[in-house]
C-alpha cells in the first residue's frame, strides 16, 4: 500500500531532550515535507526537501534540523525542544512537476508534548 | 506576501443540507489550487484540483469552483453527510518553480443528525 509513514504518533517529552521523528514514504517521491499544524494557525511548513541531499526552509524552521540521505527518509530532528514546539506534525511527500501540480500524500500525524 | 483566506471559519448545518465553503487567495503568479479534507487526528486528503483554465470541477458530492479573475474559489458539498464532518484546507501554489504551497487555515465543519 502506497503511504507514508510517521513515527512515533505521539510523544511526550521533557524541555530539551532531543528526539527524532521520522518520515518515510514507499511511493518513490521526490519531494518530501515537514508541517507543523497548531489551533488556529493551520498547517505551516517547517522544511522540506526536492531530493536526496536537498533541504530547504519553509516557513517556520527555527528549532529544527532535517536530513534526506535516503530518498524514502525524512526525519525531523528536535535538538533542545522547547514548550512552544508542542504541536501536531504532519510529513508530506509528492512528486515533483514542472507545473507542481502533483497532490501531497500526508502521513497520519505525530501528536509532540513539550512539558 | 501570498496569502490564503478561508471563510466561515467553523459551520455547522444537519445531514442532508447543502453548503459552501470559500477561499481567497492573493498567490501570484497562479498555478493551481486544491481542496483538502483532513478528518479528525488524520492527515489531509486531496479533494481536487483547480488549474488556472478550470472553472468548474466535481467530485461527487463536491464540487469546486475557481474565478481567477477575482481569485476566488469556492466548495460546495451537496446533500451532506456524518462523514462529511472535518475541516476542508483551500492550498493555493504558485508556478515559476516554487514549490512552497500557501495553506488556507481551513473551514471546520461540523455536520449534525
Known amino acids: 500500500e502506497a503511504q507514508v509513514t510517521q513515527n512515533p504518533r505521539y510523544l511526550i517529552t521533557v524541555t530539551g531532550k532531543k528526539l527524532t521523528v521520522t518520515c518515510s514514504q514507499n511511493?518513490?517521491?521526490?519531494?518530501m515535507s515537514w508541517y507543523r499544524q497548531d489551533p488556529g494557525l493551520g498547517l505551516r511548513q517547517i522544511y522540506y526537501?526536492?531530493?536526496?541531499?536537498?533541504?530547504d526552509k519553509g516557513d517556520v524552521p527555527e528549532g529544527y534540523k532535517v536530513s534526506r540521505k535516503e530518498k524514502r527518509n525524512f526525519p525531523l530532528i528536535l535538538e533542545s525542544p522547547s514548550p512552544n514546539q508542542t504541536s501536531l506534525y504532519f510529513c508530506?511527500?509528492?512528486?515533483?512537476?514542472?507545473?507542481?501540480?502533483?497532490?501531497?500524500?500526508f502521513g497520519p500525524g505525530t501528536r509532540l508534548t513539550v512539558l | 506576501k501570498n496569502q490564503v483566506e478561508q471563510s466561515p471559519q467553523s459551520l455547522i448545518i444537519l445531514e442532508g443540507k447543502n453548503c459552501t465553503l470559500q477561499c481567497n487567495y492573493t498567490v501570484s503568479p497562479f498555478s493551481n489550487l486544491r481542496w483538502y479534507k483532513q478528518d479528525t487526528g488524520r492527515g489531509p486528503v486531496s479533494l481536487t484540483i483547480m488549474t488556472f483554465s478550470e472553472n468548474t470541477k466535481s467530485n461527487g458530492r463536491y464540487t469546486a469552483t475557481l474565478d481567477a479573475d477575482t481569485k476566488q474559489s469556492s466548495l460546495h458539498i451537496t446533500a451532506s453527510q456524518l462523514s462529511d464532518s472535518a475541516s476542508y484546507i483551500c492550498v493555493v501554489r504558485a508556478s515559476g518553480g516554487s514549490y512552497i504551497p500557501t495553506f488556507g487555515r481551513g473551514t471546520s465543519l461540523i455536520v449534525h443528525p
Open positions: 526537501s526536492m531530493n536526496v541531499e536537498v533541504t
Open positions: 511511493m518513490n517521491h521526490e519531494y
Open positions: 508530506a511527500s509528492s512528486l515533483l512537476g514542472v507545473l507542481s501540480y502533483n497532490e501531497q500524500f
